[in-house]
């Protein structure tokens, strides 16, 4: 499975962003997808995940700002950014991870950088 992530840039703070996450090569339903963020010299954190059959979870950092959302039919993942603060600066990327398989199977893509001017 490749993932191929996009919409990353610069903004300003208060702003929006749109990132989008194509899944292809064998994607296996269900699973769950994610976007996690990481800055330099610091783990990755989740930012928020969508499952096949649409259970969420966000980060309380992000929630009522961030919204995640898929599109099963072509294995697409969303993140739509309101309100963005300097805070939200990172390299953003994709996982898709297996559910019902055994073992779980777990990939990730290549990032696409957000940054938040203040």
């Known amino acids: 499975v490749q993932l191929q992530a996009s919409g990353g840039g610069l903004v300003q703070a208060g702003e929006s962003l749109r990132l989008s996450c194509a899944a292809s090569g064998g994607v296996v339903h269900p699973n769950g997808m994610g976007w996690y963020r990481q800055t330099p010299g610091q783990g990755r954190d989740l930012v928020a995940t969508a499952t096949t059959g649409g259970i969420t979870n966000y980060a309380s950092s992000v929630r009522g700002r961030f919204t995640v959302s898929r599109d099963n039919a072509n294995n697409m993942l969303f993140l739509q950014m309101n309100d963005l603060k300097p805070e939200d600066t990172a390299a953003y990327f994709c996982?898709?991870?297996?559910?019902?398989?055994?073992?779980?199977?777990?990939?990730w893509g290549r990032g696409t950088l957000v940054t938040v001017s203040s």
């Open positions: 996982r898709l991870w297996t559910i019902e398989t055994l073992p779980q199977q777990n990939y």
